[in-house]
C-alpha cells in the first residue's frame, strides 16, 4: 500500500554508504540509465512515455527472469503482449502494493540484499518488506540526489528537522519515519532536531540554529502531520524568522484533512506566521524508494523523468481522462531488486494536466497530478460479524 | 431480580474463568437499554427482563402469533418500500398466512401423539450486524414456538431495519395482541457484557449468528445448566452447474439461471455465509467451455443491469486478492468480466483455500463428477447450490460426505433463502420442548 511514508532515501544508511562507494555492476539486464541522466522534468509526455515503457519493459523481463513469483503472477494474470518490447506504458502489468505485505517478493538472491525496508502505515497493520541490493540501493540515492539538487541547489545546505533526534537512538531497526530522516539527512549539514524528546518544540535549539544560519539559505525537513501539529502551532506567536528557509514535507494529508488543513492553508499559515514561502510537498512510498514526486511552485506534483503516474478509471481499469480521478499507478525504472518497477497504489489521483513546452505550469513538461487521498475503506458485509465480535473482544 | 442477575453471572464467570473481569462500571448501576420493539424506549434491563418472565405463557403456534404474522406479512408485502429491498418481500413470503399455515400442518402431521409441544421460555437472539432481516428469521421461529423473546439488535442501523422495528410496534399495539406484545423485546446496548452476561443467566436458549468470532465472544457468558447454545459459525459454499445444461439451456432458460445466481452473489455482496463462492462446472471439458462462454458474460451483464457496482475499496481489495491467489494456489487463468465478477480457474480443488473477499468473486473448476468434491468439502462448507444436476447425485455426494460437511443442497436462487433447516439444525424443533406423556 502506498503509506506516503516519506523515506526519500530510505534506510539512510545504504543510501548514504552507496552514495559514498563505488558504483556496483548493474545487473545483466539491459539497464537503460539514460532516463536517471534526463532532464528531471524536461521530456514532453511523448518521448518520456516512449522511453520509460522501453525501460519498463526491459525491467519486466528482468523480473520475470529473476522472480518466480513476478513470473507466475505476469504469467496469469497477463498475456504476453503486456511485455513486449511494443508495448505501451500504460499496458505494462502492475502489481497492487498490497502484495508486499503478504508475500516475499525480490529478484536478487538472499545473499546480495544489503537492506530490507519495511513500513507499516496504521497501526497494527502488516507492514510492507522491500528487498534492495546495492544496486537498487545507489540508484535510489542517485534519483533522490537529483531530484533535491533541484531545489537545494548543489551545495549541502545547513538542516533543521522538524523530528526528535530520539527517532534514531536505535540505530539498527528504524522505523520507517526514521529512515526517512537519515535519508534525508544525506542532503543537509549541521542538522539540527526542532523538537524534543516529548515532542514539544525546542525553543533554544530553534533559536540557536536560525541565529547561526537564518540569514542565508537552509532545509527544513520534516513530516507533514509534525510541521503543522508539533512545529507551527507551537511556533506561532515566537516571531521565528525562516523567511531564508526551504521546506521539504510528506506524509501524506489524512490527518490535516481531519482538521480541514490543505495544502494552501499549510502553506498560507507557515508563511504568516514565520515568513517560510519555499514549501515542496512530494509524494513518494517505502514500495518505491527515491521516486519523488516533488511538488511544483504551482502546488501540483510533477513525476521526474525516471518516474511516472498513471491514473486508472476503477470502473475500466483503463488510463483516465487528465480531469478525472481515478486510482493512481506510479512506475519507475529504480527497482531491480525487487520486482516494484508498476505498482498500483491505494491512493486516488487526478492528472491536472499534461505539461507542454510555451504553456503555463512551472516551465515544467509531462504530467502534474494531485493526490485526492485514500480509497475509502470498504464497509463490511455479510453474516460474519467480525466487527462486533472484535468489539466483543477488545473489553 | 434486578440483583440476582449480575450476581450470578459474577459467580459463574469467575468459577469458569478469571481472566475475565468484569467491565466496570456496567454491573454495580443498573444498566439500561435501548428498547426499540414494542416501543422505543430507554429502559432498565431489569424491568424488561421482568416483563419478560412475567408475560403470560403461549404454545406453539399460538392464534395471536398467526395473527400477527399474517398482518405484519400483509403490510410488507403492500409497502412499495418492500420493492427497492427484495430480502423484505422475501421475509413477507415467509411470513404470509398460506406459508406459516403449511409450516403448521407439517407439524401436525409429524406429531406423535405421547409428546405434547410446549414453549422452551425465553429465547436470547444475538443476530449479525450486517444482514439485516435475519433478526426476523430468527425471532419468528421462536414466536411461532410460543416462546418469551429477548433480541440484540446492533447499533448499526439501517433503513431496512428501521423499518422493520416501526412496523412491528404498530402492530404489536394493537389491544388485542396486548399478551404477546409482553414476550418481545428487541433493544440494542453497546458491547456490554455484564449485560449480555444478565440476559444469558435468564434465557433457556441462546441463538447466536455472527460467525466463530461473535461465537466465542458471547460464549463467554455463562448461561444456564440446563440452557443451550445454537450457534451460527463461519460457513462456506459453492455452486454445482451441470455444463452440458448450462451449455444447451434455451435463452429464457439461461436468463432465468442469471438472474438466480444473481440473487444469490449478489444481495450482500457476496459477503453472506451462504453466498457460493466457487463454482463447480460437472462435465466434459468442452461442455464447461462452451457453458462459461455464455454465463459469465451473461451474469456480469445482468448485474450491471440491476446496479450492482462495489466500491473501489471492495474492487482493489478483490485485485490484490487475485495476485495472492496467484502465488498461494492453483489459479491457472483469470477472468474479468467488468467491476462485478471476476473468475478465478483453478486446476483442481487440491490446495484450494477458502479465503474470499466478496464482491462479486467466483473460483472455478472443471469436474467429471461430483465426487470430485469427498475429499474437499469439510465441516466448514455449508450450502450447495446446483443447476441442471439429477438430484440422485446431490443424495450420492451427501450419503458419501457422511457428514463431513455440507447443511443445505438447494436448487440455484434459493441460497440466501433462510428456511426452518439451517446449518443442520431445524430451527423449529430446536425453539421447543417436547414433554414425554405416554398414552
Known amino acids: 500500500m502506498s503509506e506516503e511514508i516519506a523515506t526519500p532515501g530510505a534506510g539512510g544508511a545504504p543510501a548514504g554508504a552507496a552514495a559514498s562507494t563505488a558504483p556496483v555492476a548493474p545487473p545483466s539486464s539491459a539497464l537503460d540509465d539514460s532516463l536517471l541522466d534526463a532532464p528531471l522534468f524536461g521530456l514532453a509526455q511523448p518521448e518520456k512515455e516512449r522511453r520509460l515503457a522501453a525501460a519498463l519493459v526491459a525491467l519486466t523481463a528482468h523480473h520475470r527472469a529473476a522472480c518466480p513469483e513476478y513470473r507466475r503472477l505476469t504469467d496469469v494474470l497477463y498475456a504476453p503482449r503486456a511485455w513486449d518490447p511494443a508495448a505501451a506504458l500504460t499496458e505494462l502489468p502492475y502489481l497492487p502494493v498490497g502484495l508486499f505485505k503478504s508475500h516475499r517478493l525480490a529478484s536478487v538472491p538472499a545473499s546480495e540484499i544489503s537492506t530490507t525496508l519495511t513500513s507499516s502505515g496504521t497501526t497494527g ?21 537529483a531530484i533535491m539538487g533541484h531545489i537545494l541547489g548543489p551545495r549541502r545546505l545547513p538542516m533543521l528537522i522538524i523530528d526528535t533526534s530520539d527517532l534514531l537512538k536505535n540505530r539498527t531497526a528504524f522505523s520507517a519515519r526514521g529512515a526517512g530522516v537519515l535519508g534525508m539527512m544525506t542532503f543537509g549539514a549541521q542538522a539540527r532536531f526542532a523538537l524534543d524528546p516529548a515532542m514539544a518544540l525546542d525553543v533554544a535549539a530553534v533559536g540557536e540554529f ?60 507557515l508563511r504568516r506566521a514565520t515568513g517560510l514561502r519555499r514549501v515542496y510537498n512530494f509524494y513518494g512510498m517505502v514500495e518505491q524508494v527515491g521516486s519523488v514526486f516533488l511538488e511544483g511552485e504551482d502546488g501540483l506534483l510533477y513525476p521526474p523523468a525516471f518516474a511516472d503516474v498513471i491514473v ?15 486510482i493512481l499507478q506510479t512506475v519507475s525504472v529504480l527497482p531491480t531488486s525487487y520486482p516494484g518497477h508498476s505498482l498500483l497504489t491505494e491512493d486516488l489521483g487526478v492528472v491536472e494536466r499534461v505539461g507542454q513546452a510555451g504553456l503555463p505550469g512551472c516551465g515544467r513538461l509531462g504530467k502534474a497530478f494531485r493526490v485526492v487521498g485514500r480509497v475509502p475503506r470498504a464497509e463490511l458485509r455479510g453474516c460474519s460479524d467480525t466487527h462486533a465480535a472484535q468489539r466483543e473482544h477488545a473489553r | 431480580m434486578s440483583t440476582s442477575a449480575p450476581d450470578q453471572a459474577t459467580t459463574t464467570a469467575d468459577a469458569a474463568a478469571s481472566a475475565s473481569a468484569p467491565p466496570p462500571g456496567s454491573s454495580e448501576a443498573a444498566p439500561m437499554v435501548s428498547l426499540w420493539v414494542p416501543e422505543r424506549a430507554e429502559v432498565p434491563l431489569a424491568s424488561v427482563l421482568a416483563s419478560l418472565s412475567a408475560a403470560p405463557p403461549s404454545h406453539p403456534f399460538a392464534d395471536d402469533a398467526l395473527e400477527l404474522l399474517d398482518r405484519f406479512s400483509r403490510r410488507l408485502l403492500a409497502d412499495p418500500i418492500s420493492r427497492a429491498h427484495p430480502e423484505l418481500m422475501t421475509l413477507g413470503f415467509f411470513t404470509r398466512k398460506a406459508e406459516v399455515q403449511r409450516a403448521k400442518a407439517e407439524r401436525l402431521a409429524a406429531a406423535r401423539p405421547e409428546l405434547v409441544e410446549v414453549p422452551l421460555g425465553l429465547v436470547f437472539h444475538v443476530p449479525p450486524a450486517n444482514v439485516d432481516t435475519i433478526f426476523m428469521y430468527s425471532w419468528v421461529q421462536s414466536l411461532l414456538a410460543g416462546n418469551a423473546n429477548l ?21 404489536l399495539a394493537a389491544p388485542e395482541l396486548a399478551a404477546l406484545r409482553a414476550r418481545v423485546a428487541m433493544l440494542h446496548y453497546g458491547h456490554d457484557d455484564a449485560i449480555t452476561a444478565a440476559i444469558s443467566a435468564r434465557c433457556a436458549l441462546r441463538v447466536i449468528w455472527g460467525g466463530d468470532a461473535a461465537v466465542s465472544a458471547i460464549r463467554r457468558a455463562p448461561l444456564p445448566p440446563g440452557a443451550r447454545d445454537l450457534p451460527f459459525a463461519d460457513r462456506y459454499s459453492l455452486l454445482a452447474l451441470g455444463a452440458a445444461a448450462v451449455a444447451e439451456a434455451s435463452a429464457a432458460e ?104 466478496g464482491a462479486g468473486l467466483l473460483f472455478e473448476a472443471v469436474v467429471d ?3 470430485a468434491l469427498a475429499t474437499w468439502v469439510t465441516r466448514k462448507d455449508q450450502t450447495l447450490t446446483h443447476f441442471g444436476l439429477p438430484r440422485d447425485q446431490l443424495v450420492a455426494l451427501v450419503q458419501r460426505l457422511a457428514g463431513r460437511g455440507l447443511d443445505r443442497v438447494v436448487p440455484v436462487g434459493q441460497a440466501l433463502q433462510m428456511s426452518r433447516w439451517w446449518d443442520g439444525y431445524d430451527l423449529a424443533s430446536e425453539m421447543i420442548r417436547r414433554v414425554h406423556v405416554p398414552a
Not at chain 1, 230 to 243: H, K, N, W
Open chain 1, 312 to 326: 486508472r478509471d476503477p470502473d475500466t481499469m483503463l488510463e483516465a481522462a487528465p480531469g478525472q480521478v481515478g
Open chain 2, 151 to 171: 433480541v440484540r439488535l446492533s447499533a448499526r442501523r439501517s433503513p431496512v431495519v428501521d423499518h422493520l422495528c416501526e412496523l412491528l410496534c404498530e402492530l
Open chain 2, 254 to 357: 439461461l436468463a432465468t439461471l442469471v438472474e438466480r445466481l444473481f440473487n444469490d452473489l449478489y444481495w450482500f455482496d457476496q459477503a453472506g455465509c451462504s453466498s457460493p463462492r466457487l463454482c463447480l462446472w460437472v462435465g466434459p471439458r468442452v461442455a464447461a467451455e462452451a457453458a462459461r462462454a455464455r454465463l459469465w458474460p451473461a451474469l456480469a451483464a445482468f448485474a450491471e443491469q440491476r446496479g450492482y457496482h462495489p466500491d473501489v475499496a471492495m474492487r482493489l481489495a478483490k485485485d490484490v486478492f487475485c495476485y495472492r491467489a496467484v502465488l498461494d494456489g492453483t489459479v491457472v487463468a483469470r477472468a474479468v468480466y467488468g467491476p462485478a465478477l471476476t473468475v478465478l480457474e483453478v486446476a483442481s480443488l487440491d490446495g484450494l483455500g477458502r479465503e474470499h473477499p
Open chain 2, 369 to 371: 463428477g461430483l465426487g
Open chain 1, 125 to 145: 497493520q502488516v507492514p510492507s518488506q522491500i528487498f534492495l541490493d546495492k544496486v537498487t540501493s545507489h540508484r535510489q540515492s542517485r534519483a533522490l540526489a
Open chain 1, 210 to 269: 536560525l541565529a547561526k544560519h537564518g540569514r542565508q539559505p537552509f532545509l527544513i525537513f520534516g513530516f507533514t502531520f509534525m510541521v503543522w501539529t508539533a512545529f507551527l502551532e507551537q511556533a506561532r506567536g515566537l516571531g521565528l524568522d525562516l523567511s531564508q528557509g526551504i521546506l521539504v514535507h510528506s506524509g501524506g494529508w489524512k490527518k490535516l484533512a481531519d482538521r480541514a488543513v490543505d495544502n494552501p492553508t499549510f502553506k498560507a499559515e
